[in-house]
């Protein structure tokens, strides 16, 4: 019998949840595509944080988008989707579709649900059929997100100290007013040098805790920018790009670097390893559980691999659909490691299949979480076992 076409039972979940940051919902323009209010709850509750997500989101959606282009262009030739890249085009849809639903994008995702469905029934030509509209569905959502994320204030807006059309978008204020273009660096530069010797030792609680106080801190725009850049290096786990550009950020302004100041950095929080492929994921895990614990993330298993020679976490969120290894095989190879055996993992899944948990509760996983997550469900579940 062949694959029928259906709604995604699995974008968001069935009850309603609460945000933590209420002021961060109300009165904003909507970007065609999107449930923005539902968007910020389901990514942490916080305005910035989903501006996080939604540029995090964005530019692996564009990635994302180049290859199903590619896909499309082979299939030229044969007339139909190219079997070969079947497993690939399964794992970025499943990735989008995830994504897509936590950032409120339903449509997006239900489109890609049943392009998943079809990849695992092998149904080529539905892919065939369906995937160049889902492509260009997804190329107009990613020019309605880059819109709002660039959109510049309009003079009304900076007259009152507010932000433009992004703050009207995500709700976000500006309690200080206009930021003084009198902010001394000398403040702050220390903390990139802490941050960078951090990054070299693979001391991931330390170096959390040092983007933690920068981002607390008035930074510039133009500083500003450079420290989100080095944030999202860090989400990715490329620790040595990161370095790359704090030291290039600090050779720049060597003229504030001269005060060399003793930082020590503490916490009493538990150290969390996060592992997913989509860096959207990544960006809404940190999110939701930075209040509670030290995250630190990891983009593959062997990127997990490498962050535990240097840090013993209490806990790791592992994601089974993953490109090379996935979350199978990684806990596999923990579970055969002295030193990480007894670490628990909780697996990240999009998959609703029995015989999928079981399978992870054989191989050693403690529980499981459904994508996209409720984010309070997601705290719960952790609190069980650290």
């Not at 433009?164 to 220390?190: E, H, R």
Request: proline share 5%; hydrophobic share 40%.
């Amino acid at each position: 019998m062949g694959w029928l076409p259906g709604k995604n039972k699995e974008i968001l979940p069935e009850k309603t949840i609460q945000a933590d940051n209420s002021a961060a919902v109300v009165s904003f323009h909507p970007i065609s595509g999107i449930d923005t209010a539902k968007g910020i709850v389901m990514t942490g509750g916080t305005a910035e944080g989903y501006r996080q997500v939604l540029s995090m989101f964005r530019r692996d959606a564009e990635e994302r988008t180049q290859k199903f282009r590619f896909y499309l262009y082979e299939s030229l030739n044969g007339g139909k989707f190219p079997e070969k890249h079947l497993a690939s085009f399964i794992t970025q849809i499943h990735a989008l579709r995830t994504a897509s639903a936590t950032i409120g994008a339903a449509e997006i995702s239900d489109e890609a649900f049943r392009l998943e469905a079809a990849g695992k029934s092998a149904e080529l030509s539905f892919i065939q059929d369906n995937l160049p509209d889902f492509t260009e569905h997804l190329t107009a959502l990613i020019k309605n997100i880059r819109s709002a994320l660039e959109c510049k204030p309009d003079k009304a807006a900076v007259k009152s100290g507010g932000q433009g059309f992004i703050s009207q978008v995500f709700g976000k204020k500006n309690a200080s007013g206009p930021l003084s273009s009198k902010v001394d660096p000398s403040g702050y530069f220390p903390f990139f040098s802490k941050l960078a010797e951090a990054l070299g030792s693979k001391n991931v609680t330390e170096a959390e805790l040092v983007l933690d106080e920068l981002n607390k801190m008035p930074l510039d725009p133009k500083t500003k920018e450079i420290l989100e850049q080095i944030s999202d290096q860090v989400l990715m786990t490329e620790f040595e790009s990161a370095i790359k550009t704090i030291n290039e950020f600090i050779g720049s302004n060597k003229l504030y670097c001269s005060n060399q100041v003793r930082i020590i950095m503490e916490t009493d929080k538990k150290l969390i390893i996060l592992v997913d492929d989509n860096p959207a994921n990544l960006r809404i895990g940190k999110n939701v559980l930075s209040e509670k614990y030290t995250v630190a993330t990891a983009p593959s298993a062997s990127k997990l691999f490498s962050l535990l020679e240097n840090n013993h976490p209490v806990l790791i969120l592992l994601d089974i659909d993953m490109p090379g290894m996935d979350g199978y095989e990684a806990i596999k190879v923990l579970k055969l490691n002295r030193e990480t055996k007894d670490i628990p993992v909780i697996f990240l899944t999009g998959m609703t299949d029995s015989q999928n948990e079981k399978k992870g509760r054989a191989l050693g996983a403690v529980d499981y979480v459904t994508k996209p997550f409720d984010p309070q469900a997601l705290i719960a579940c952790i609190a069980k076992y650290c």
